[in-house]
């Protein structure tokens, strides 16, 4: 097993997601900018510029061509791998943006605040909050998955419970 170090960021790295295909990996940091690295040739292909604040989480969606940032600057955004600005900025979280997650099949985005305590599903088509939903804890949330189905949503919360939402 050998090992390798990616060098960019100016702060700490606070996520990272790798293509379906292995072949490139984001990393999100407290420096405000997203960076595309090649696996295959060990450099930075591209920096995404357009959050404000730190970049607390970034996913690749489901089929890999976009992903998805959520940051302290109370945004979540979509982005396709080929233009350096977002397709869409979801806005609607009173606090930031601690954590995203998309849906199966691609057309929805969940994002999900430790400070506002709200998760919120997002058309990724039109940009518009389709649900708001909270937990009874009103706890900060720090994680989201979706079942494979789609039909169920996971929110991890700082009370040390998992809610589990109907979509």
């Known amino acids: 097993m050998s090992e390798f170090t990616l060098v960019g960021h100016s702060g700490p790295v606070y996520?990272?997601?790798i293509q379906v295909d292995d072949k490139?990996?984001?990393s999100a940091s407290h420096d405000t900018t997203v960076r595309k690295w090649s696996l295959l040739t060990r450099s930075c292909l591209v920096v995404y510029h357009s959050h404000q604040m730190p970049v607390w989480d970034v996913?690749?969606?489901?089929?890999?061509?976009?992903?998805?940032t959520a940051s302290n600057?109370?945004?979540a955004c979509v982005w396709n791998m080929k233009v350096h600005t977002p397709v869409r900025i979801l806005t609607g979280h009173l606090s930031d943006v601690t954590t995203i997650?998309?849906?199966p099949?691609?057309?929805y985005l969940a994002s999900g605040s430790a400070s506002d305590c709200q998760v919120r599903l997002?058309?990724?088509?039109?940009g518009d909050c389709s649900k708001i939903?909270?937990?009874d804890e009103k706890s900060a949330i720090r994680s989201l998955k979706f079942t494979r189905s789609g039909l169920t949503l996971l929110a991890g919360n700082d009370n040390g419970r998992v809610t589990m939402f109907d979509i």
């Open 73 to 75: 600057d109370r945004t």
């Open 122 to 126: 997002w058309s990724v088509e039109t």
């Open 105 to 107: 099949n691609c057309h």
């Open 24 to 26: 490139f990996l984001l």
């Open 133 to 135: 939903m909270f937990t």
């Open 101 to 103: 997650e998309w849906h």
């Open 15 to 17: 996520s990272t997601s």
């Open 59 to 68: 996913k690749f969606a489901p089929l890999g061509y976009y992903f998805a």
